[in-house]
């Protein structure tokens, strides 16, 4: 927690400041500005007007609720423990399918796959925040996320976590975990937490 929570907050912070750039352009009405932000967050512009490419953005460029991230990065990594953490800087276990882009694990459902490596650990936090800020796995936990904005973080956690079951293939299990290790540990005591 002392090592990856620092991460998760300066990586949230960096989010933050996207979506303040995002607004920025949409108030200069930088149409330009607002395509380049889209095409990073993986938006087709094509039919979009400038309200809607604004909504579709924001719905993208936000922060990943403490709480979840820390749950996650400890599952994903065996607490730190795991090869790829330690060899691959890889705190959330994402896969790539090159097989210079990480480390092979031992067993796997796929044989292309490979657990995703890195430089630097900040480095997986900031892939791991822009896959689930991306990938069409994880639409209805933006959608949720938009939804639920205004509400306070550790009711939001609630929810929210519900929609990563597609993040392992155990599912809905996963899902159980995160929330076991969210309770047990107490990290709804972060939501607040600051650099």
Known sequence: ???????????????????????????????????????????????????????????????????IALAQAAVESGWGTSRFVLQGNALFGQWAWTESAGMRPLTASNSRAVV????????????????????????????????????PEDIKVKQLVTYLDSYAEIGKDYVSKLILIIMSNDFSKFAYAQL
């Open 1 to 67: 927690i002392n090592l990856v929570l620092p991460l998760i907050l300066a990586s949230n912070a960096e989010l933050l400041q996207r979506r303040a750039a995002v607004m920025a352009a949409a108030q200069a009405e930088d149409r330009d500005v607002l395509e380049q932000w889209a095409l990073l967050y993986r938006i087709d512009t094509a039919e979009l007007d400038d309200q809607t490419l604004l909504e579709n953005l924001l719905s993208r460029v936000d922060t990943i609720p403490v709480a």
């Open 116 to 151: 995703r490596s890195f430089g630097t650990l900040i480095e997986s936090v900031r892939a791991y925040m822009h896959n689930l800020n991306t990938h069409q796995n994880y639409q209805r936990f933006r959608d949720a996320r938009q939804r639920l904005h205004s509400l």
